[in-house]
């Protein structure tokens, strides 16, 4: 089974930009399709975005189209979701998630981060 460690997160103004990675061990990252997901205090964790095993197609959510895009470099066993235009409502511990296949990322992710903290302060 593949570990995943988030780093990236922290504190930003709104307007402002972060880039969060994820890093695998355990297991070779070209093995999956890759998502990053967050849940916000009080409400239910959901999906931000999605990649498949090559980076050759890309899914989000419609909050964060247009802002959000994720990438992933296999070689560096590394999945990233570079954040622009951050919002208050963009605050959320992020979690990135490895799908059971390499290219279905509508299934349920098998494997889970610790995540990681973003607040965007207004």
């Known amino acids: 089974q593949v570990q995943l460690v988030e780093s990236g997160g922290g504190l930003v103004q709104a307007g402002g930009s972060l880039r969060l990675s994820c890093a695998a061990s355990?297991?070779?990252?070209?093995?999956?399709?890759m998502g990053w997901f967050r849940q916000a205090p009080g409400k239910e964790r959901e999906f931000v975005a999605a990649i498949d095993w090559s980076g050759g197609r890309t899914r989000y959510a419609d909050s964060v189209k247009g802002r959000f895009t994720v990438s992933r470099d296999n070689a560096k066993n590394t999945v990233y979701v570079q954040m622009n235009s951050l919002k208050p409502e963009d605050t959320a511990v992020y979690y990135c998630?490895?799908?059971?296949?390499?290219?279905?990322?509508?299934?349920?992710?098998?494997?889970w981060g610790q995540g990681t903290q973003v607040t965007v302060s207004s």
């Open positions: 998630a490895a799908y059971p296949t390499r290219d279905n990322y509508y299934a349920t992710p098998r494997s």
């Open positions: 355990g297991r070779t990252l070209s093995s999956y399709a």
